[in-house]
């Protein structure tokens, strides 16, 4: 499955009353980002057989949601971000309010596209049970929650059990929600998916402390956005070796429960490793 070609086919047209919100929304999504959230999603899917229901628009939403968070992140209010990914962040380029609209844009068409399967669903219970996993994972007790959080804490001293608690929560919980959601359409029972959500968690913080090595490693001269906002990271508080060795722990751990998994989990394991070891 083409992952940009089936985004875009899911993503708004520019045209109509709506047209520069949709432009906005598109802009947001196709930033070159590593889609990592859609390809765990696949992955977990074509572990349990590649059938029942197509993950397709769930694969969308999932990415939607987290260009989303982004979205809202960059926010003056928030971590007032002018360049993401080499390009202008949205509230930048469009102004602050269609930065807003355009994240809640993309919030919103995350559930319509989504919900929209549950109407011609072979499997209606598993679409139901996968936009419950998206909606948790994605609200108050999961990602949203960790942003509230960061965004209340902001400057602040955090312990090492905050932190992780953060990364949990902001950054893991859609890691974790990809691979549920792809083996919940595929039809895995309750025990691998439970599993899934654990190793999905670790994934999540390994990711998080990558990234937190990959901002600290910014040139002096154009510190990152952590370091900008006096954000307590996994570096700050343990040094980057630690970091190094925490992330590749995390992953080691999250390899080690798909081991227990019902279903040949050889090509999630893979992916694991990359994004344990990755630069950028």
Same mark, same amino acid.
């Given at each position: ?11 708004p ?6 047209a ?8 947001s999504?196709?930033? +070159?980002?590593?889609?990592?959230r859609?390809r ?8 349990y ?5 197509n ?22 209010? @928030?971590?007032?971000?002018?360049v ?14 269609m +930065?807003i609209?355009?994240g809640?844009?993309l919030?919103h068409?995350a559930?319509e ?6 109407a011609h669903?072979?499997?209606?219970e598993?679409?139901g049970?996968?936009l419950h ?8 007790s999961g990602?949203l929650? +960790?942003q ?8 602040d ?6 932190l992780?608690? @953060?990364?949990?929560?902001?950054t893991?919980?859609?890691?974790s929600?990809? @691979? ?18 654990q ?13 937190d090595?990959?901002?600290s ?18 570096v /700050? ?10 992330a590749l722990?995390? /992953? ?8 227990? @998994?019902s ?9 694991i490793?990359?994004?344990?070891v990755?630069?950028?």
């Amino acid at each position: 499955m083409e992952i940009e070609t089936m985004l875009r086919a899911y993503m708004p047209e520019s045209e109509g009353m709506q047209a520069e919100l949709a432009e906005a929304m598109r802009y947001s999504v196709f930033t +070159g980002g590593k889609r990592i959230r859609p390809r765990l999603m696949l992955l977990a899917w074509e572990m349990y057989g590649g059938q029942g229901e197509n993950p397709a628009p769930f694969m969308a939403a999932m990415e939607m949601l987290h260009t989303y968070s982004l979205v809202h992140d960059d926010l003056p209010a @928030l971590d007032g971000d002018t360049v993401r990914r080499g390009r202008e962040t949205t509230w930048r380029k469009y102004g602050e309010c269609m +930065g807003i609209l355009a994240g809640d844009g993309l919030l919103h068409h995350a559930f319509e596209t989504a919900a929209a399967c549950l109407a011609h669903a072979e499997y209606p219970e598993r679409a139901g049970r996968a936009l419950h996993v998206l909606a948790q994972k994605s609200g108050v007790s999961g990602m949203l929650g +960790g942003q509230a959080f960061d965004t209340a804490h902001s400057g602040d001293a955090l312990t090492a059990d905050e932190l992780l608690g @953060l990364y949990e929560k902001k950054t893991a919980a859609l890691i974790s929600a990809s @691979l549920m959601i792809g083996a919940i359409l595929a039809g895995a029972d309750e025990g691998d998916v439970t599993i899934l959500e654990q190793a999905g968690i670790r994934v999540g913080i390994a990711f998080q402390i990558r990234d937190d090595m990959i901002d600290s490693a910014e040139a002096p001269e154009t510190p990152g956005s952590d370091a900008r906002n006096r954000k307590t990271t996994y570096v /700050s508080l343990f040094g980057m070796q630690a970091a190094e060795e925490a992330a590749l722990r995390y /992953s080691e751990e999250a390899i080690a429960l798909l081991r227990g @998994l019902s279903a040949d989990s050889a090509p999630l394991q893979q992916m694991i490793r990359r994004m344990a070891v990755r630069r950028q």
